[in-house]
């Protein structure tokens, strides 16, 4: 398998400006992950879906952020606007059992600088 | 909340020592993940355990539940261990973890 795949890996963009990324977890995983990670505050949670439903969105800063998993193959992770806080490197993880007893697959992040 | 501790911060060591990195938590758990961030970015899984010790290699991992505590051994270091470990549970039943914020470890040749 290819791992957690997330793209795109690099992302430059202005203040004001609306952010995509994007993730594909690993085949037949269950659940998937978004975390963001800074000097200040390293990893945090912002989102977690089981099989496609958002089951906990309580790090998601705040409404400029948004989440979808439309599939089980696919997910975003959407910033509109963007500003210069929200510079971090973005992971996306996944794995295959409920409940916190499973190990957690990390993609390569997109590392995100909004000027 | 869980509240994650890590200890030391910091720490640089000569090739060949045996390390060992500590994690605290607040509230019981079913179990601790040990994680390891490569200078370049990438985050790769060690270990998760529930109970006891689990080895991989070089590394040993070992947890404490009655006293909310985990350490991570690492035999005959090497410069390539140079690494930020870091020690995460999850909060409640949930799969939503918690984590401490990391041990920077520099093993010099």
């Known amino acids: 398998d290819a791992g957690v795949i997330q793209s795109p890996r690099h992302e430059v963009t202005e203040m004001g400006q609306e952010v995509t990324l994007r993730c594909k977890p690993i085949s037949g995983h269950n659940s998937l992950f978004w975390y963001r990670q800074t000097m200040m505050r390293g990893l945090e949670l912002l989102i977690y879906f089981n099989n496609n439903v958002p089951i906990d969105d309580s790090g998601m800063p705040e409404d400029r952020f948004s989440a979808k998993m439309p599939n089980a193959s696919f997910s975003t992770l959407k910033i509109q606007p963007s500003e210069p806080r929200d510079s971090a490197v973005y992971f996306c993880?996944?794995?295959?059992?409920?409940?916190?007893?499973?190990?957690?697959?990390f993609g390569p992040g997109t590392r995100l600088t909004v000027l | 909340k869980n509240e994650v501790e890590q200890s030391p911060q910091n720490l640089t060591a000569q090739e060949g020592e045996f390390i060992t990195i500590n994690c605290s938590y607040s509230v019981g758990i079913s179990a601790l993940h040990w994680l390891q961030q490569h200078p370049g970015g990438g985050i790769v899984s060690l270990f998760m355990l529930s109970s006891g010790k689990k080895k991989h290699g070089r590394l040993i991992a070992t947890i404490n539940i009655q006293e909310k505590h985990s350490s991570l051994h690492i035999t005959a270091s090497h410069p390539r261990d140079s690494a930020v470990y870091i020690c995460a549970v999850p909060e409640g039943g949930s799969e939503k973890l918690v984590f401490g914020k990391g041990m920077k470890l520099t093993v010099n040749p």
């Open positions: 993880a996944s794995s295959g059992l409920a409940g916190g007893g499973d190990t957690q697959y």
